[in-house]
């Protein structure tokens, strides 16, 4: 069964309003109680398929926070959605382990970070944090903080420890960095992981207990992102984490769509160059050869000319879906001008080149683009090929663009190999 929302509050106008901007942002399922019972119903039928509920303290069965307890019961994380902030509210965020938040309903802003802030926790549960702190209570106090947000946690009690984990782990995003560190402080290793090349866009925020104001300066100097005391709530390192996760899905959203061919979701020529550097360095480290080729659909324009430009455009996504499904993980694919592409395969020497296009080509002379009504639209592709990997890469493109040349002077559908 799908994943759901509950929503437990007896305003129906508030109610209404949360949807609204749960909708924009959360593409789950929401049921709503107006009380207490009802509340105690659906948790009943559906308990174990809530991924959060959201909870109005006062309901009209249950004035004193009753709602709370019975939530925690059901092992349902949940964040209050009061009328007022006060410190009872933090004390309770403190005090229940499910709690993850409180927010006040007293404006739209609020209702919609609401919205953002479930979303951001869908996304958490992909996540994977590091913990660096020698005191082993205080990594789980911080451990314990993050879990709430969601996060998947890996703690580490030295520096080496931390860069064995990061070595290790590939899914791991942000790490939290204690100052005081044996035989390595926070600073030097902020500095380390800023170093590592496959760590170039990981989040890192330093904390510390010692009460020193030159702490987050020094900090953000050796490249972290940010800087908590350890003596923060659990709401401040909340919204410290969440605003550097979304700021990190911000400049990687920015940077893919640089890289991106914004119609078929391809790698474009920028990235393709971008590249070239990493494949020609694998291709000598390990002594392999490697093949590019230029592919253009045959008789693209008319297409567009008799069937509209809406039905090219079906055409290049459906191709790029056909070529992202044949070929390996390894394989480059870029889409490089309106209906050319190019692909460039490592460790691919000339027999395999030939096995390989070969194959695409007649694949796609076979597959079945779309149906323009009751008519199927098909199309043929030309490929020029170039195996010769101890040229330079703007060499094997043009030798590559040649061939394509003469596979479409011999009458297109073919493959053209050297």
Do not use: W
């Not at 605003?243 to 990687?252: A, E, P, S, T, V």
């Not at 683009?369 to 199309?379: I, K, L, T, Y």
């Not at 890469?393 to 053209?416: T, V």
Request: with cysteine; glycine share 4%; aromatic share 6%.
């Amino acid at each position: 069964m799908q994943e759901r929302i509950l929503l437990v509050d007896d305003s129906l106008f508030i109610c209404k309003t949360v949807l609204k901007h749960l909708d924009v942002h959360v593409d789950l399922p929401v049921d709503i109680a107006h009380n207490l019972e009802d509340a105690m119903r659906l948790v009943e039928r559906d308990g174990q398929h809530y991924f959060v509920a959201l909870l109005d303290l006062n309901l009209p069965d249950a004035q004193d926070g009753e709602i709370v307890d019975y939530i925690s019961m059901h092992n349902i994380p949940f964040v209050v959605f009061s009328g007022s902030e006060s410190e009872s509210m933090k004390s309770m965020c403190e005090k229940h382990a499910l709690m993850i938040d409180y927010v006040n309903k007293d404006s739209v802003y609020s209702i919609n970070y609401l919205g953002t802030l479930i979303n951001r926790l869908q996304k958490n549960r992909n996540i994977e944090a590091l913990v660096v702190d020698d005191s082993s209570m205080c990594r789980k106090r911080v451990v314990n903080k993050l879990n709430r947000a969601m996060l998947k946690t890996h703690e580490a009690a030295t520096a080496e420890d931390a860069l064995i984990i990061l070595s290790e782990q590939e899914g791991i995003k942000l790490v939290m960095i204690d100052y005081n560190l044996p035989s390595m402080n926070g600073f030097e290793l902020c500095k380390r992981l800023r170093d590592m090349p496959n760590h170039k866009d990981l989040i890192i925020i330093g904390f510390s207990g010692v009460g020193d104001d030159r702490l987050a300066s020094r900090y953000l100097k050796s490249g972290a992102n940010d800087y908590i005391p350890k003596s923060c709530s659990q709401e401040e390192l909340l919204c410290r984490v969440m605003q550097n996760l979304n700021m990190q899905d911000f400049i990687c959203s920015y940077r893919d769509a640089s890289n991106q061919d914004f119609l078929t979701g391809l790698h474009n020529r920028r990235f393709l160059f971008a590249s070239l550097p990493r494949i020609q360095a694998n291709a000598k480290r390990y002594k392999q050869a490697y093949a590019v080729a230029i592919m253009d659909i045959d008789h693209f324009k008319q297409i567009n000319d008799s069937l509209g430009h809406e039905a090219g455009d079906r055409v290049l996504k459906s191709l790029a879906s056909e070529l992202k499904d044949r070929l390996r993980e390894s394989d480059m694919l870029a889409r490089i001008g309106g209906e050319e592409f190019c692909i460039v395969a490592e460790n691919c020497d000339r027999d395999k080149a030939a096995l390989l296009f070969e194959g695409l080509r007649s694949r796609i002379e076979d597959t079945v683009m779309f149906s323009h009504g009751d008519d199927p639209v098909r199309v043929t592709v030309s490929i020029g090929v170039c195996c010769d990997s101890d040229l330079a890469f703007d060499e094997m493109m043009l030798l590559a663009d040649n061939n394509l040349y003469k596979a479409k002077e011999a009458g297109r559908n073919r493959i053209k190999i050297t």
